[in-house]
């Protein structure tokens, strides 16, 4: 992938210092004392041009977000796209908010062992040929990473408009010995699903009459605790036999 930026666009990002992290690394372990906080943070991996990263922490002004790219221009469309959606409320730069610069191949650099809570994988690039199958963002490779960074209520979210990238991942997930949940073969089924953030991938493909398909997959203790004890809870009651009627 090749992207043309615009000139100076290196100046541009460090003129946004605090907001744009140009050394992630320098970060690791640290990235709640960079927010003054210690509410969750959830991380896009591969997050384009950043309008999905944006909305989320728009609407969701209580948990920190981090956007990764590896690419200048797109971390430039990104901090563009989430100024222009906080500007609604008269906030220049969003306090929920940072993009990095950063290579995922690299992701354990970036973050200290279960210091991210969820991680959205929007649109991955499927690399649909099996011999590249390892460069899946789903490859168990890129799962044990994950595993040792998410925290106890840690949680991996995927969309994809790849048949072969979602059936490839569902496998990695059960191989893995992941609990999935939520899965959707075609999540805008019924018309845009309101309850979910759409990235310009998706925005593209809904309106080509594309399937987009999703699915969560939990990691951290905590959050498989809660999902036996409530999800679980759901069809325990529905196969109970009912009581003769009187």
């Not at 991996?156 to 569902?170: A, G, M, N, V, Y």
């Amino acid at each position: 992938m090749r992207l043309r930026g615009r000139k100076g666009i290196r100046e541009n990002l460090e003129a946004q210092a605090g907001f744009v992290i140009l050394d992630p690394r320098s970060h690791k372990g640290k990235w709640h004392a960079l927010f003054g906080n210690d509410r969750p943070i959830y991380v896009e991996l591969g997050m384009g041009k950043g309008q999905f990263i944006s909305q989320m922490s728009f609407r969701y002004p209580d948990i920190n977000f981090i956007g990764i790219d590896m690419y200048d221009e797109l971390i430039r469309r990104a901090s563009e796209k989430a100024r222009l959606a906080w500007s609604e409320r008269d906030v220049e730069t969003p306090p929920n908010l940072r993009l990095a610069l950063a290579n995922v191949e690299f992701l354990e650099d970036v973050f200290a062992e279960g210091e991210i809570e969820r991680i959205f994988l929007n649109f991955s690039d499927p690399w649909p040929k099996a011999r590249h199958a390892r460069r899946r963002l789903t490859h168990p490779r890129f799962l044990e990473k994950y595993r040792r960074l998410l925290n106890r209520n840690g949680e991996i979210h995927l969309k994809t408009d790849s048949q072969t990238l979602f059936e490839f991942s569902l496998n990695a997930f059960a191989d893995f010995g992941l609990q999935m949940t939520n899965i959707s073969l075609n999540l805008h089924r019924e018309g845009p699903n309101e309850q979910h953030v759409m990235t310009e991938y998706e925005t593209k493909f809904h309106g080509q009459g594309v399937n987009i398909h999703r699915c969560e997959a939990i990691v951290g203790e905590d959050a498989l605790k809660r999902y036996q004890e409530h999800r679980l809870d759901a069809y325990r009651m529905q196969d109970k036999p009912q009581e003769p009627q009187q």
